[in-house]
């Protein structure tokens, strides 16, 4: 089956401490977005990547970093530049060419210790 | 640029209720409308989507209608179920380069037995 997959789903994390989260699709789409979402609030965009080896700065990119070696790979590192990095983190894909929804993973919830 | 206003609740209803979260877009270019939800602790689900104008999207008794005049893509629901409450949020989609896939801010309705 097609899909796109985040891991873990849980992730736990000591202050100062870099971490990346994984985010993986089959689903052969050309774009691929993070967003995080903090409790009651509705979903920032973090990074976003358009092709292979290109991605762009969303609203909130400061403290976070992607590659996009792969176009079925589109992991974030949570650096400890980010200091509030407690949250809900989602991945999302979609086809950009034939203008069709976005699927998303069903997120990565981390906590900083 | 692309944008997406919607109700932001929290709404609450009783059981069999009727429903309807307002959404409101700005896009250039011909976007695509979309309603997700999410349940608590999971990702976003694609609820419906319409692709052109005067297109209705429907699904699980849940409607919505592309209105190009008022750019609009109001949900409605008619008889609302304790299993729909949710966070439920509006998107749109536009096929250029950039970033082409935006939501709302979510509006959490709880239904109430």
């Known amino acids: 089956d097609g899909g796109i997959t985040q891991s873990p789903k849980y992730l736990f994390r000591k202050e100062g401490q870099n971490v990346t989260l994984s985010c993986e699709q089959n689903?052969?789409?050309?774009?691929m977005y993070w967003y995080r979402q903090d409790p009651g609030q509705g979903l920032r965009l973090i990074y976003y990547s358009q092709i292979v080896n290109d991605f762009q700065k969303g609203d909130i990119a400061e403290g976070y970093s992607v590659s996009r070696e792969k176009k079925e790979s589109f992991p974030l590192t949570v650096t400890s530049a980010q200091k509030n990095p407690t949250a809900f983190y989602l991945c999302a894909s979609l086809d950009s060419f034939m203008n069709t929804e976005a699927f998303f993973g069903q997120g990565t919830r981390l906590t900083v210790v | 640029g692309n944008s997406v206003t919607q109700m932001e609740g929290p709404v609450t209803l009783s059981e069999e209720a009727f429903l309807t979260i307002n959404c409101t877009y700005t896009a250039t270019g011909y976007p695509s409308l979309f309603w997700y939800v999410q349940y608590p602790g999971e990702g976003l689900q694609l609820l419906l989507k319409a692709t052109k104008a005067d297109d209705k999207g429907s699904n699980k008794g849940f409607e919505a209608t592309y209105r190009k005049e008022t750019t609009s893509f109001h949900l409605e629901k008619g008889s609302v179920q304790v299993s729909d409450s949710a966070v439920y949020f509006c998107?749109?989609?536009?096929?250029?380069?950039?970033?082409?896939?935006?939501f709302g801010p979510g509006t959490r309705l709880s239904v109430l037995p």
């Open positions: 689903l052969n789409h050309d774009a």
């Open positions: 998107a749109l989609s536009v096929n250029n380069y950039g970033q082409n896939f935006v």
